[in-house]
């Protein structure tokens, strides 16, 4: 080579040297200048106790998530310390857009996130038989967790992978739709149980997708001993309880206490019922001629990995975790669509476009082509997500908000609030999908992390494209058939492991 086609690569060598010598010098002094970590504003622990009152006596409320930390923030500031928490970990609250993004950007190849203790219990000690050190993408960590998450990603955040089971999520969709008339009463009112109703929606379509399944939950005479019943109740009880393990009491942690009897009870029927369904799936899948393509999530997990305990608890998981979550996020659509007519109005129209009739079935590119119908599932999870915030645990040292964070710290990160601050939205409050329309008058450049509802980075959702696809593919055909009213005033919620709402569901259902 000659000296002057050597010389530019000895350049560019060189001043991706310099620029990085210079950020590390940045860095070294940012982290000289910044304040110390024990100089973090937050409450004072105290003797035997440390903070653990605070949450066992509940002072901030942590049955509502969003309000306890907007009182933790008017309280100290942008960045507040929790210490006292043994056998916990300390952890800091940040309300700042910027220190989010600074955490998010240093989280490294293998991001962590605090672990569900009592999850990890249950899998590594109480029934470590069957999990066998496999914890699953929720809650591994490290290696193994970028080893699940590597084999998780092709089969799960591809688009080309949602769309396979669009029709199958329409059929579902359909089922659901036509059961709605026979429910309303003489006032047209959806009855106590369609709450349910709507977790049901929610557990066959996830089983569809992961097991290739249908479980019969959308039938007019599933009983409530049935197994998909129990198995939902299992469900909402865990996330009750494990909130409850994880956020107010400690005492499990050196005792059984009933409520951590109770989660080892859920946990096990829970298991037990998905292992079935997924034992099921496998045979099915011995069962496939050479050359079938593979029809379900489990299915194509199978064909990756070399171990099929990985693949049994990702199925798991995904049985566990689409229920609850699905059915309240469209719920909330539902109730701002009904508290503002002229945007239902508008969505109305949209569907009109797509949905000349309203049987017209619904594909995965006509609802890539429904731009307000994005806008309105995306605004209805900033007011209100279904998961009020997010975590990571520190793996170098950073610096917010001019403090210092060593390694090894939570630090929790409260979406749910800062997505209704003034400061990051005009009229927070208000349900405007349109901020979400790219190039329309109202649409609105937000900070990027400030509203995350399916997380952010290698950790984000995996079950993202599902949920939205279910999500949007319902609420389509519900609005396009139906006029939503809620007149029972504003929805009351409680903060389980994520937020749920506790009022019947008593929608009024109006034929268009």
């Known amino acids: 080579m000659s000296l002057q086609a050597a010389f530019p690569r000895v350049c560019s060598v060189g001043c991706r040297f310099l620029t990085t010598a210079a950020a590390v010098d940045s860095r070294t002094a940012e982290w000289e ?84 203790k009592c999850v990890n219990y249950y899998r590594e000690t109480a029934r470590k038989d069957f999990f066998q050190g496999v914890g699953g993408i929720l809650n591994d960590q490290g290696e193994p967790w970028h080893k699940s998450r590597t084999l998780v990603n092709p089969v799960m955040m591809q688009p080309k992978t949602a769309k396979q089971y669009s029709n199958g999520i329409n059929q579902v969709s359909e089922e659901f739709i036509a059961r709605i008339p026979s429910w309303r009463d003489a006032k047209n009112e959806m009855p106590e149980e369609f709450k349910n109703e709507l977790h049901k929606w929610a557990l066959e379509s996830i089983a569809l997708i992961a097991l290739d399944t249908r479980l019969g939950c959308l039938g007019p005479n599933m009983k409530p001993d049935s197994v998909p019943q129990k198995m939902i109740l299992a469900i909402h009880q865990l996330f009750t309880d494990i909130h409850i393990l994880e956020m107010k009491s400690m005492m499990w942690y050196f005792i059984p206490t009933p409520t951590f009897k109770r989660f080892i009870k859920n946990s096990d029927l829970l298991m037990e019922i998905s292992y079935n369904y997924i034992k099921e799936g496998m045979e099915r899948c011995k069962n496939k001629k050479p050359g079938e393509e593979a029809s379900s999530v489990l299915e194509k997990f199978l064909e990756r990995d070399p171990d099929p305990k990985r693949a049994i608890i990702m199925a798991l998981d995904m049985l566990s975790a689409g229920v609850d979550t699905t059915s309240h996020a469209l719920t909330n659509v539902l109730l701002h669509l ?175």
């Open 33 to 116: 200048s910044a304040k110390p970590y024990e100089e973090i504003p937050g409450p004072k622990p105290i003797p035997v106790l440390g903070n653990k009152h605070l949450f066992i006596f509940g002072k901030y409320n942590f049955s509502n998530m969003t309000e306890a930390h907007r009182k933790i923030n008017n309280e100290y500031g942008d960045i507040v310390k929790f210490t006292g928490l043994e056998p916990r970990r300390d952890f800091v609250m940040v309300y700042n857009a910027d220190d989010i993004e600074t955490a998010f950007r240093n989280e490294g190849i293998w991001p962590e996130r605090p672990s569900l």
């Open 338 to 512: 009904s508290e503002n007519k002229d945007k239902q109005t508008l969505l109305f129209n949209e569907l009109k476009q797509f949905m000349p009739k309203v049987d017209t079935p619904l594909t995965h590119e006509s609802l890539e082509e429904m731009k307000y119908l994005k806008a309105c599932v995306k605004e209805s999870m900033r007011i209100r997500p279904v998961a009020p915030g997010n975590a990571r645990t520190t793996r170098s040292e950073l610096v917010l908000s001019g403090y210092r964070i060593p390694k090894n710290v939570d630090v929790v990160f409260p979406h749910g609030l800062l997505s209704t601050m003034e400061k990051h939205y005009p009229e927070p409050q208000k349900f405007i999908p349109e901020r979400w329309i790219r190039g329309g008058e109202q649409a609105h450049k937000a900070h990027p992390f400030v509203t995350l509802p399916f997380g952010h980075g290698a950790r984000k959702c995996v079950g993202m494209r599902f949920a939205s696809m279910e999500i949007e593919m319902l609420l389509a055909k519900m609005v396009r058939r139906f006029e939503w009213d809620y007149k029972y005033g504003p929805m009351r919620y409680e903060t389980t492991l994520i937020d749920a709402p506790i009022d019947p569901l008593r929608f009024t259902v109006l034929d268009r």
